[in-house]
């Protein structure tokens, strides 16, 4: 029995004209890439298989890989989440439909703009050699060092605490000499939370097109400063996924 065909979609594009982009090999067939459409605005997708699709290593890169493909011609894209796949053109004009009077309001404000992130980690002899000049920090780990395992157990749960306090000094500090500085450059911008013990910022950051070049420097400019105490994950640019809150309503195009 032939399996049913269904329609993936990748990202929302603002434009009136049909469009076809790099076709993709998909599950060991070439599979079209081309744009449904309502008003202004169209849906990027391709023919697939209706199924279930699981977020594994090479789903995922290839869902990226169109998005990266379409931001190269187009200066207007919102990206869609992954694995969303829809039973017919129809239904994703009606989603579309649906979506509009969100879709024309973000538009404007994405048009023309891109978004970098900004990850940066404590370099592990930085940090303790940080921690080690905090006294109090250092009495509290000598007296807990001094204690059997049960009395010293309120003291360990105080040097926890005072660990985070210390933590939490140091990312304000990153804060108002990194991402402070960005904010400036960015048409908008968000400290995410930091993901892992060593994190000092998780910044997203999206700037238009024409500040690239300026922002980029900027960066490397707070590298050269920092570079000796922390490290710089830089990433980008992507579409606006930091600053753009769209829900697909499956169920409304059924």
Request: proline share 4%; net charge negative; with cysteine.
């Amino acid at each position: 029995m032939e399996q049913e065909s269904g329609i993936y979609i990748f990202c929302g594009i603002q434009t009136d004209e049909e469009k076809t982009f790099d076709s993709i090999e998909f599950e060991g067939d070439t599979r079209e890439v081309f744009t449904i459409h309502y008003k202004d605005a169209a849906m990027v997708a391709a023919e697939v298989p209706m199924k279930i699709y699981h977020p594994n290593k090479e789903n995922l890169m290839l869902h990226q890989q169109v998005i990266s493909t379409v931001m190269e011609t187009e200066d207007t894209v919102v990206p869609i989440s992954f694995g969303n796949v829809f039973h017919s053109k129809e239904d994703i004009q009606v989603l579309i439909e649906n979506l509009y009077p969100q879709l024309s309001k973000l538009f404007p404000e994405i048009k023309n703009k891109i978004e970098v992130g900004l990850k940066v980690v404590g370099k592990k002899d930085w940090l303790e050699n940080q921690i080690s000049k905090d006294s109090k920090v250092m009495n509290q780990k000598q007296q807990v060092a001094g204690k059997s395992k049960d009395a010293a157990y309120f003291d360990r749960m105080e040097l926890g605490e005072m660990a985070q306090r210390f933590f939490k000094s140091l990312q304000k500090e990153i804060e108002e000499d990194i991402h402070e500085p960005l904010v400036k450059l960015a048409s908008s911008a968000k400290s995410n939370d930091p993901i892992g013990e060593k994190m000092l910022l998780n910044g997203s950051y999206l700037i238009d097109r024409s500040k690239e070049e300026q922002f980029d420097q900027k960066v490397n400019e707070l590298h050269d400063k920092w570079e000796d105490k922390v490290e710089f994950k830089y990433t980008g640019p992507w579409p606006a996924y930091n600053f753009i809150n769209i829900k697909l309503k499956v169920e409304e195009t059924t």
